[in-house]
């Protein structure tokens, strides 16, 4: 068993910055690939970075790459996404999880998740 906690999230104008941190706690951090992934209300939960065990690879959707960073401390068992240029369409509930199968990309093969932190991004 793995438990996140998300934080960092908050209220911007567009083209600001946020910092939004996946504590976890439990099993050995360490040994998992993360993703953070969002929700608009109305629409299906979606994939946005996940980064490898190590931190040697990672993932972005299209929509923000080159926009937003992930990273991890291991030693602090914790994940962190920056999210620079934030635009209206980057308002969303966010949350991190654990990929145990498959694909980096669906929340389907991922578990363990975290309650969510809201961003709201004004225009």
């Known amino acids: 068993q793995v438990q996140l906690v998300e934080s960092g999230g908050g209220l911007v104008q567009a083209g600001g910055s946020l910092r939004l941190s996946c504590a976890a706690s439990g099993r050995t951090f360490s040994n998992y690939h993360v993703g953070w992934f969002r929700q608009a209300p109305g629409n299906e939960r979606e994939f946005v970075a996940a980064?490898?065990?190590?931190?040697?690879?990672?993932y972005y959707a299209d929509s923000v790459k080159g926009r937003f960073t992930i990273s991890r401390d291991n030693a602090k068992n914790t994940v962190y996404l920056q999210m620079n240029s934030l635009e209206p369409e980057d308002t969303a509930v966010y949350y991190c999880?654990?990929?145990?199968?498959?694909?980096?990309?669906?929340?389907?093969?991922?578990?363990?998740w975290g309650q969510g932190t809201q961003v709201t991004v004004s225009s």
């Open positions: 980064i490898t065990w190590s931190g040697g690879r990672t």
């Open positions: 999880a654990v990929r145990t199968a498959g694909s980096y990309y669906s929340p389907y093969d991922y578990r363990y």
